[in-house]
Protein backbone atom coordinates (compact mmCIF):
# COMPACT_ATOMS: atom_id res chain seq x y z
CA UNK A 1 0.00 0.00 0.00
CA UNK A 2 1.36 3.45 -1.09
CA UNK A 3 2.42 6.08 1.36
CA UNK A 4 -0.19 8.61 2.02
CA UNK A 5 0.20 12.25 0.72
CA UNK A 6 -1.66 15.14 1.74
CA UNK A 7 -3.65 16.81 -1.11
CA UNK A 8 -2.53 20.12 0.29
CA UNK A 9 1.11 18.80 -0.43
CA UNK A 10 0.27 17.84 -3.96
CA UNK A 11 -2.23 21.38 -4.60
CA UNK A 12 1.79 22.97 -3.46
CA UNK A 13 4.02 21.25 -5.57
CA UNK A 14 1.80 21.78 -8.51
CA UNK A 15 1.10 25.76 -7.72
CA UNK A 16 5.25 25.68 -7.14
CA UNK A 17 6.16 23.51 -10.22
CA UNK A 18 7.68 25.69 -12.50
CA UNK A 19 6.24 23.56 -15.85
CA UNK A 20 2.60 22.76 -14.33
CA UNK A 21 1.23 25.72 -16.47
CA UNK A 22 -1.15 28.40 -15.86
CA UNK A 23 -4.47 25.90 -16.38
CA UNK A 24 -3.36 23.27 -14.45
CA UNK A 25 -2.71 26.10 -11.80
CA UNK A 26 -5.64 27.72 -12.34
CA UNK A 27 -7.97 23.70 -11.92
CA UNK A 28 -5.49 23.43 -8.93
CA UNK A 29 -7.08 26.64 -7.48
CA UNK A 30 -10.66 25.83 -8.32
CA UNK A 31 -9.47 21.83 -7.07
CA UNK A 32 -8.58 23.64 -3.61
CA UNK A 33 -11.66 25.54 -2.87
CA UNK A 34 -13.85 22.71 -3.39
CA UNK A 35 -11.93 19.78 -1.25
CA UNK A 36 -12.02 22.75 1.27
CA UNK A 37 -15.78 22.90 1.10
CA UNK A 38 -16.80 19.11 0.59
CA UNK A 39 -14.39 18.36 3.55
CA UNK A 40 -16.48 20.91 5.94
CA UNK A 41 -19.65 19.91 4.70
CA UNK A 42 -19.09 16.75 5.48
CA UNK A 43 -17.81 17.37 8.57
CA UNK A 44 -20.73 19.50 9.28
CA UNK A 45 -23.49 16.64 8.29
CA UNK A 46 -21.75 13.35 9.40
CA UNK A 47 -24.30 11.32 11.36
CA UNK A 48 -26.95 13.42 10.29
CA UNK A 49 -27.14 13.28 6.44
CA UNK A 50 -28.52 10.23 4.44
CA UNK A 51 -25.83 7.91 5.17
CA UNK A 52 -26.01 7.13 1.48
CA UNK A 53 -25.75 10.65 -0.19
CA UNK A 54 -22.80 11.26 2.93
CA UNK A 55 -20.83 8.10 1.74
CA UNK A 56 -21.30 8.84 -1.74
CA UNK A 57 -19.93 12.51 -1.70
CA UNK A 58 -17.30 10.80 0.46
CA UNK A 59 -16.22 8.13 -1.89
CA UNK A 60 -16.32 10.84 -5.39
CA UNK A 61 -13.91 13.09 -2.78
CA UNK A 62 -11.17 10.21 -2.48
CA UNK A 63 -11.79 9.09 -6.50
CA UNK A 64 -11.24 12.74 -7.73
CA UNK A 65 -8.04 13.31 -5.78
CA UNK A 66 -7.13 9.49 -6.40
CA UNK A 67 -7.17 10.69 -10.32
CA UNK A 68 -5.73 14.58 -9.75
CA UNK A 69 -2.46 12.83 -7.24
CA UNK A 70 -1.99 9.82 -9.91
CA UNK A 71 -2.22 12.53 -12.65
CA UNK A 72 0.59 15.00 -11.44
CA UNK A 73 2.26 11.74 -10.06
CA UNK A 74 2.65 10.78 -13.69
CA UNK A 75 3.48 14.22 -15.13
CA UNK A 76 6.35 14.75 -12.61
CA UNK A 77 7.42 11.72 -13.90
CA UNK A 78 7.15 12.36 -17.14
CA UNK A 79 8.18 16.16 -17.50
CA UNK A 80 10.48 16.64 -14.30
CA UNK A 81 11.39 20.10 -12.90
CA UNK A 82 14.19 20.36 -14.89
CA UNK A 83 13.18 19.83 -18.70
CA UNK A 84 14.73 20.04 -20.88
CA UNK A 85 18.24 19.90 -19.14
CA UNK A 86 17.48 22.65 -16.49
CA UNK A 87 16.11 25.06 -19.19
CA UNK A 88 13.10 27.67 -17.73
CA UNK A 89 10.95 26.57 -21.11
CA UNK A 90 7.27 25.01 -20.85
CA UNK A 91 7.25 21.19 -21.83
CA UNK A 92 5.92 20.99 -25.88
CA UNK A 93 2.08 20.70 -25.70
CA UNK A 94 2.26 17.15 -26.48
CA UNK A 95 3.62 16.61 -23.18
CA UNK A 96 0.88 16.83 -20.26
CA UNK A 97 -2.52 17.14 -22.05
CA UNK A 98 -4.00 14.09 -20.14
CA UNK A 99 -3.10 16.02 -16.85
CA UNK A 100 -5.23 18.52 -17.17
CA UNK A 101 -7.98 16.45 -18.83
CA UNK A 102 -7.57 14.60 -15.59
CA UNK A 103 -7.38 17.69 -13.48
CA UNK A 104 -10.72 18.89 -15.19
CA UNK A 105 -12.59 15.77 -14.58
CA UNK A 106 -11.40 15.77 -10.89
CA UNK A 107 -12.53 19.53 -10.78
CA UNK A 108 -15.88 18.57 -12.49
CA UNK A 109 -16.36 15.71 -10.02
CA UNK A 110 -15.83 17.69 -7.11
CA UNK A 111 -18.06 20.22 -8.39
CA UNK A 112 -20.88 17.84 -8.73
CA UNK A 113 -20.63 16.00 -5.16
CA UNK A 114 -20.52 19.53 -3.69
CA UNK A 115 -23.59 20.45 -6.06
CA UNK A 116 -24.85 17.18 -4.28
CA UNK A 117 -23.92 17.61 -0.66
CA UNK A 118 -24.94 21.19 -0.80
CA UNK A 119 -28.18 20.43 -1.47
CA UNK A 120 -28.69 18.19 1.12
CA UNK A 121 -27.17 19.64 3.65
CA UNK A 122 -29.58 22.43 2.98
CA UNK A 123 -32.48 20.59 3.75
CA UNK A 124 -31.24 19.99 7.17
CA UNK A 125 -30.99 23.70 7.47
CA UNK A 126 -27.04 23.38 7.33
CA UNK A 127 -25.21 25.75 5.05
CA UNK A 128 -21.93 26.16 4.09
CA UNK A 129 -19.79 28.86 3.75
CA UNK A 130 -20.29 29.57 -0.06
CA UNK A 131 -23.72 29.89 -1.15
Known amino acids: MGEYTSPYQVFID ?20 AYAELNHLLARTKGTLATTVWADCGHE ?5 GLYTSAWTRFV ?4 DHYPDGADTVPP ?9 AFQAAADGLRAALDVLRGESRLLGCESWVR
Not at 14 to 32: D, N, P, W, Y
Not at 61 to 65: D, E, F, I, T
Open 61 to 65: LARCM
Open 14 to 33: VLAHRHAGAHRRSLTGELIA
Open 93 to 101: STRGPETTR
Open 77 to 80: AMVG
